[in-house]
């Protein structure tokens, strides 16, 4: 087994090399006199032609490369030029990483405790109005834009529970509507998920044979049923963290919280190329982590993968 | 004659399928005689199975018991109501071995803790006792190195031993009944007489009455006192061994053993039975077989025959014992059975 | 024997699911007592017509892959519903700019004294959904903006599916290649596809065709992977390798089995597009990577209104953008699932 969690990790890093060195190159692809902002419309050539020069924007691009890569490896992410000139880009981060965390993972426990027992109660009470119910719901967090459905929720939600609409550290009360929004589709991923996963283990031969043993309903079901159906939705845990991530940038913009996500959208619409390249790197490593970790909590969670590695692509 | 542990009367199952009515069961009366072993055969679909799980409460969610008694141990098993009633029977009184010894067990468990729970269903053990008792088992099933093997997974097993566990499983609360629902037709054909003969002397030790459904004429000749033929949903020839297999009565039973290919010729075509099974939705009328049959009588499309006893122990439901049918040959294949049971007799 | 059928619980509750037919199926003969066996006529004991065609009776007829599928589909009463619903609705969203009495999305309307009939409640002076804070008549953006969503979805769909196919085709065909797109898909698929589209639409600046190229770039990869694991199923399956020694080729077997599998997947990919599509642009219109105003979408119109928000009385300007895109996606969602679980071959008869 750990042959194969070193296998899978090497993988993950040189996957991460390969995107690092794709996100800065096509970012290369824009005009290089983008990253002095709009205010070099205003300046003379030469200046132009000093300031790149000093950024370093002007040697050849694996020279960059390069340096970008020997700059990562000490930790440093760069430099923001735009959004908070000469800041280093990880002091810009260090207070927001805390809050989008704290958020994300408020939001991943609600969606857990929603969204699992949801889902077993749509397996059991299958085709009665709880299971419709519940794909209603479902269908309805699918199919509608997250983007438009948490507008309304921010609206309706802030008067009806009388809490400001914007996001304030202090008072608790303001965090809920954003962690409702946050955990909204992972509620809908789990339960989806997990009626499923349920659904095959009820019908599944062991099952019968533990109802022909004379183990009572009650104890088929914590024991062998929901166990086993749990099982698999351990590999799901990575991409509902993804969701999470990726639905915190929308979420974090509309409600004003000063996290990772809303930086994002604000470096984007100032078009800072550094920061906007530093986040997305972040953000492309989250997700090759996140899928890393899912394999090896599966192997360790299933006795049968422990010993065979799984080849291929997903 | 022993009397009888399990007495069925009549049993009709049906099934509901997408708002239509299927009768698995037509009107099914048998009597399973205690410490004997039982064998019932048939094609797929003909309901051997489905009338196992009626013995304990197994059927699936859209089957019912739409009329008839089953008789055990003084109550009418057909009439039981609650998961509480079943619960008695199941395992303690009744249990069953199923044919997929790889997917009847869970998985993700450990061999060990499927039968302790078996165990501890049926008995007041505390939890070192209920472990010893397993390992006992799987010792008494023929599984070497019991302690060690009790903490694997099922996937740690092979085919042949993940059925003996699945044997130990089922004798776990010494059952008075065994019901074996195919249990070596998954297995390697080298492993299959193993199993047999593990089932035969664990029912020597426990004194069970086992009973076997199968498709599979080896297994019965391996196994069986009695063999019941069942086609259809309903059993058209009851009787001993010696007597289904040596002369059979049934044109069905006659096919049946015809289509064995050890009694064909080397050279000649292998025998099989033309045509397929009937729906089991539409109504049946008279003999079930008749369609197939080409030496069917009239009489057949029409009614329903009744039995006919043979011997006190021999009987089957055919309208060609009924003294009005003209004598009818059975295929060349029987005949020679019957010169051989003959043989047999005289020695 | 029908009183104890009522006694039975589950008997009790079939009700409904006992036609004509069965409830007479449930009389059934009873057997012959021993004085009616005796009294059969003696002609009846003779040999019957043997009818080998009777033999083989059970009730299976011609399956076909298509008809089963539409079949399963159309029982679905939700489905039937939408279909027709979104049918007539599509209709009209192409329609309308031919109908009488509609104005341009883009013009700004002024009143008699020359000032702009700017945020006007729905109703007044004949504007439907009354109109913008510069002046134009909703009515005409929202559907303009439909149209323009639809068009969108539609194109990334086709596109999606063009690359996808031949890509997945290739894939699974040539084995030198298997291992490189493996690899090639192991490593983009690593990457949250929001973030691509971000970057795309990022680097290449926002308009239509920035748009439906980020959308393409992230969704033909796992159709290509769709069509790759389909064609190697069918190359791997036992009974090819069997028809291969016979001499049918393999190419002609691919196409056989997977070409009705195909369409039913376009089809589907079509239907679930569009919600993602409108889905993603809406995001990327939040973040200032969207359209610009002059091209009405659906996006841009719930993003425009969502500024007035907080003014109750203006507020009709988000809500019915985002009906008509709640009806829309919801519908094709619908509609695209239970197409999915209707063309499965498991879930036919």
Known sequence: MLKYICKRVLFAVGSLLIITATIFLLLRLMPVEGYLGAAYEKMSPETVQILLEEKGLLDPLHVQLARFYDDLFHGDLGTSWIYRPNVKITTILAPKIPVSLTLGGLAMLLALLLGLPLGVWM?????????????????????????????????????????????????????????????????????????????????????????????????????????????????????SLLLTIMGSIYVESLFSVPGMGGLLIDVIQRQDNTMVQALVLIYACVGILGLL??????????????LTGKEGAR | MNEPILSVRSLDVRFTLRGRLLRAIRQISLDVYKGESLAIVGESGSGKSVFTKTFMGLLDQNGFIAGGEIFYGGADLAKFKTEAQWRAIRGRE??????????????????????????????????????????????????????????????????????????????????????????????????????????????AKYDLTTIYITHDLGVVANVADRIAVMYAGDIVELGTANEVFYDPRHPYTWALLSSLPQLGVKGEELYTIQGTPPSLFAEVHGDAFAPRNPRALKVDFVARPPWFDITPTHRARTWLLDPRAPKVEPPAHIRKLREEGAKLREK | MSLRLLRNGKAARLGDALSAETERQLATAPDLTPE????????????????????????????????????????????????????????????????????????IHYDENGLIMKNLKPGESGFLFGTNKLGQDLWARIWSGTRTSLFIG??????????????????????????????????????????????????????????????????????????????????????????RCLGSSTRKIIFR????????????????????????????????????????????????????????????????????????????YIIGSVFADAADPKNHV
């Open chain 3, 36 to 107: 009616e066996a005796a009294a059969l006529d003696r002609d009846l004991f003779t040999f019957a017509e043997y009818d080998s065609e009777a033999a083989e009776r059970t009730g299976y007829s011609n399956y076909s892959y298509w008809r089963s599928t539409m079949q399963l589909f159309w029982k679905n009463r939700t489905a039937r519903f939408l279909v027709i619903f979104l049918g007539l609705l599509l209709l009209f969203t192409f329609v309308q700019p031919y109908l009488p009495g509609q104005y341009d999305p883009n013009l």
């Open chain 2, 94 to 203: 009744i249990a069953m071995v199923m044919q997929d010894p790889m997917t009847s067990l869970n998985p993700l468990k450990s061999v060990g803790a499927q039968i302790t729970e078996a165990v501890a269903l049926h008995s007041r053990l505390s939890s070192s006792a209920a472990k010893g008792a397993a390992i006992s088992l799987l010792a008494d099933v023929g599984i070497t190195q019991p302690e060690r093997r009790f903490h694997q997974y099922p996937h740690e097993f092979s085919g042949g031993m993940r059925q003996r566990v699945v044997i130990a499983i089922a004798m776990a609360c010494r059952p008075k009944i065994l019901i074996c629902d195919e249990p070596t037709t998954a297995l390697d054909v080298t492993i299959q007489a193993q199993i047999l003969e593990l089932i035969k002397s664990l029912k």
């Open chain 1, 123 to 239: 397996s059991l009470a299958k085709g009665k109005w709880p299971d419709k119910l519940g794909t209603g719901f479902i269908v309805f967090i699918n199919a509608v834009p997250a983007a438009v459905y948490y507008l309304f929720i921010q609206l309706y939600g802030s008067s009806a529970f009388h809490v400001s609409m914007l996001y304030k550290a202090g008072d608790v009360r303001t965090w809920i509507l954003p962690i409702v929004c946050m955990s909204l589709g992972n509620i809908a991923y789990f339960a989806m998920w997990m009626r499923r996963f349920m659904v095959d283990q009820l019908g599944a031969d062991y099952v019968k044979l533990a109802v022909a043993k004379g183990v009572p309903r009650g104890k088929i079901m914590s024991r062998h049923v929901f166990r086993n159906a749990f099982v698999p939705m351990i590999q799901l845990l990575p991409s």
């Open chain 3, 154 to 243: 539609f194109v990334v769909a086709l596109s999606e599916c063009v690359i996808g196919i031949s890509v997945g085709v290739l894939w699974g065909y040539v084995r030198k290649l298997d291992k490189f797109f493996t690899e090639l898909y192991n490593i983009v698929d690593n990457v949250p596809r929001t973030i691509i589209l971000i970057l795309i639409s990022y680097i290449l600046r926002p308009s239509m065709s920035t748009l439906i190229l980020s959308m393409c770039f992230v969704g033909w990869l796992p159709m290509a992977r769709f069509i790759r694991n389909q064609i190697v199923i069918i190359r791997d399956r036992d009974y090819n390798l069997a028809s």
């Open chain 3, 257 to 332: 089995n997977l070409l009705p599998y195909l369409v039913s997947v376009i089809m589907l990919r079509v239907a679930m597009a569009i919600p993602t599509a409108i889905s993603d642009e809406v995001f990327l219109t939040y973040i200032g990577l969207g359209l610009p105003l002059a091209t009405p979408s659906l996006g841009n119109l719930i993003i425009a209104g969502r500024v007035l928000m907080m003014t109750p009385s203006l507020r009709y300007q988000l809500i019915f953008p985002s009906v008509v895109l709640s009806i829309v996606t919801i519908s094709f």
């Open chain 1, 293 to 306: 970790l899912g394999d090896i909590l599966m192997s360790v969670a299933d006795p049968r993968i422990s």
